[in-house]
């Protein structure tokens, strides 16, 4: 037997199926287009960010979320969203951007 060889099957996977996994990009699709969102964890946070929905600060340590547009070119428009912020962005009123 292998050192590396950990008893499993070679067709199970070894990741959660579904879901996100924080730090790992995901597209998702929204009225307003599609968009990269990757998911930060409390650890990973070790900035002050402002968040575009509330306009209120996400503190260095909480878990929030980094989404830009899915277009070439749209990396340079990443911005931190709290989490609750970002999924309620579709329903804020005129005069806001979206990004």
């Given at each position: 037997?292998?050192?590396?060889?950990?008893?499993?099957?070679?067709?199970?996977?070894?990741?959660?199926?579904?879901?996100?996994?924080?730090?790992?990009?995901?597209?998702?699709?929204?009225?307003?287009?599609?968009?990269?969102?990757?998911?930060?964890?409390?650890?990973?946070?070790?900035?002050?960010?402002?968040?575009?929905?509330?306009?209120?600060?996400?503190?260095?340590g909480l878990p929030h979320l980094v989404s830009w547009p899915a277009w070439?070119?749209?990396?340079?428009?990443?911005?931190?969203?709290?989490?609750?912020?970002?999924?309620?962005?579709?329903?804020?009123?005129?005069?806001?951007?979206?990004?």
């Amino acid at each position: 037997m292998s050192p590396f060889d950990r008893g499993g099957s070679r067709n199970s996977s070894s990741r959660p199926v579904g879901g996100s996994v924080p730090g790992v990009d995901q597209v998702e699709e929204w009225p307003d287009g599609d968009w990269h969102v990757r998911r930060v964890t409390g650890a990973g946070a070790d900035k002050v960010y402002r968040c575009p929905g509330c306009d209120q600060e996400i503190r260095s340590g909480l878990p929030h979320l980094v989404s830009w547009p899915a277009w070439a070119g749209g990396e340079n428009e990443r911005r931190h969203w709290h989490t609750a912020c970002w999924r309620n962005r579709v329903k804020r009123g005129p005069g806001r951007t979206r990004y």
